[in-house]
């Protein structure tokens, strides 16, 4: 088994593998978590936007988002497929992300019961809890050092 590790604007990717990245992400936010809202938000066609993404033979297993929001970088669409939990690849994927954005400051909105995993890449609250789609989540955010 070959695990590849990917990053890309959707514009240059692979037609099968957007399809398994917006798969996932339909699998694991709509169907798992029970919350239909729109996931295609037209945020990942635009052109600064960053897909990250683990796949393994063929199969996308984890992805993340990475956004531009003017000089801030906003991390979301944090997945992992059931069968590859407990792998590291989301954080994996995190880490990747965040050597992306040296010397930024990185925006999240993280479900609540996962402020502690996300606490682990140096994110902190920075604002009030909300729901969205009738889940807890927590705004954090955190700087990347500059090289």
Known sequence: MTLLHRASAVRDIDPLALYGLLKLRVDVFVVEQECPYPELDGRDVEP???????????????????????DDRRIGRVA??????????AAQLM???????????????????????????????????????GIPH????????AV
Do not use: I, N
């Not at 927590?138 to 050092?145: E, H, I």
């Open 48 to 70: 600064d936007a960053q897909m990250l993404w683990v796949e393994e033979d063929g199969e996308v297993l984890a992805t993340v988002r990475l956004l531009c929001d003017g």
């Open 138 to 145: 927590v705004p954090m955010s955190r700087v990347v050092p």
């Open 80 to 89: 992992t497929a059931a069968s590859a939990r407990g792998r590291g690849l």
């Open 95 to 133: 880490e990747r992300a965040l050597a992306d954005c040296p010397g930024r400051l990185v925006r999240l909105d993280a479900q609540a019961h996962l402020e502690g995993w996300y606490a682990r890449f140096g994110f902190v609250v920075d604002g009030e809890p909300f729901l969205e789609d």
